[in-house]
């Protein structure tokens, strides 16, 4: 456990564990205190309490309107609340990240909150780096965090062991609530037998990160009786620039004619190696 103001560096074992496989489950990253904040935020931001007064880039759920059992989702929602942003964009998840993934900085790319309820709905298994051709180039590294204990039949995320290395498979299919979860990946790779899916089973708090092309995804929670929540932090390498040849329908409004270089202002630098990070950053979460 560390603080989210703090570096925080894997051991050679836990960067050779996420090289080979793809992801890497840390057991513990969030306290009690971090945990309590973070859900004492949720209620209100999925009602559309913005405590910044911004609303998050993609708000998947609406109260009273959206199917109960469908899995919610918001997007950016540090830029709607400072007690999100304390986490999603800690020094302690970038650094941590940045050495797993062998790069010398990190920047938001997109947080995530996502509630999965009661016997809700699937996320289709995906490899994040089919949807970001709007970077140059498409990278991403993700450290996934749980607000509850997780357990392969609560819905949780499964990561497909090793598969970083296959091919780099397009978008496709029904991200939100498909009926098969695995469907486009089997259709994308061509895998009919037995795929080395692994459930993150982790207590509140534990965490995995994982690569761009690992794929991943969430089955149905088949309890009706728990909710799974999650934080997300969706890092991109702090050198990345705009795509010339795609754009992105919300994330490429943050793009001025003509521009290459990502703006601190929308993609904050979240940590680098050598000590920077975008000088407004602590002044923002230190509101929390
Ligand atoms: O929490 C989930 O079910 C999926 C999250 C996801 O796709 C991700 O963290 O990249």
Not at 86 to 110: E, K, P
Not at 161 to 166: C, F, L
Not at 273 to 279: E, F, M
Request: glycine fraction near 8%.
């Amino acid at each position: 456990m560390s603080l989210p103001g703090r570096p925080l560096v894997p051991s050679a074992a836990q960067v050779s564990q996420y090289r080979a496989d793809g992801f890497l489950v840390v057991e513990e990253l969030l306290d009690a205190s971090e945990l309590s904040a973070l859900r004492d935020r949720w209620e209100a931001l999925f009602s559309h309490a913005w405590e910044t007064g911004v609303a998050p880039d993609e708000v998947n759920y609406t109260p009273g309107v959206t199917p109960p059992e469908r899995t919610r989702q918001l997007c950016n929602a540090w830029k709607a609340d400072r007690v999100v942003a304390r986490t999603t964009l800690s020094v302690r998840n970038a650094s941590f990240a940045a050495c797993l993934a062998g790069v010398d900085g990190l920047r938001i790319g997109q947080d995530n909150l996502i509630w999965k309820p009661p016997s809700g709905k699937a996320l289709l298994a995906h490899q994040d780096g089919a949807y970001l051709d709007w970077m140059d180039p498409p990278n991403m590294t993700t450290c996934w965090m749980a607000l509850d204990d997780t357990h392969a039949d609560t819905g949780t995320i499964h990561h497909l062991r090793g598969s970083h290395r296959w091919e780099r498979s397009p978008v496709g299919g029904e991200f939100h609530a498909p009926d098969d979860w695995l469907g486009h990946l089997r259709s994308a790779t061509g895998v009919v037998g037995p795929l080395e899916l692994v459930p993150i089973e982790v207590p509140a708090g534990g965490a995995a990160f994982h690569d761009a092309w690992t794929w991943h995804g969430s089955p149905p929670n088949e309890r009706s009786d728990v909710q799974r929540r999650a934080v997300i932090s969706h890092f991109i390498d702090a050198r990345t620039r705009w795509s010339a040849g795609a754009a992105h329908p919300v994330y490429s409004r943050y793009r001025r004619p003509g521009e290459a270089e990502m703006d601190e202002a929308f993609f904050p630098v979240v940590w680098r190696a050598d000590g920077y990070r975008t000088a407004w950053l602590d002044d923002f979460v230190a509101a929390a």
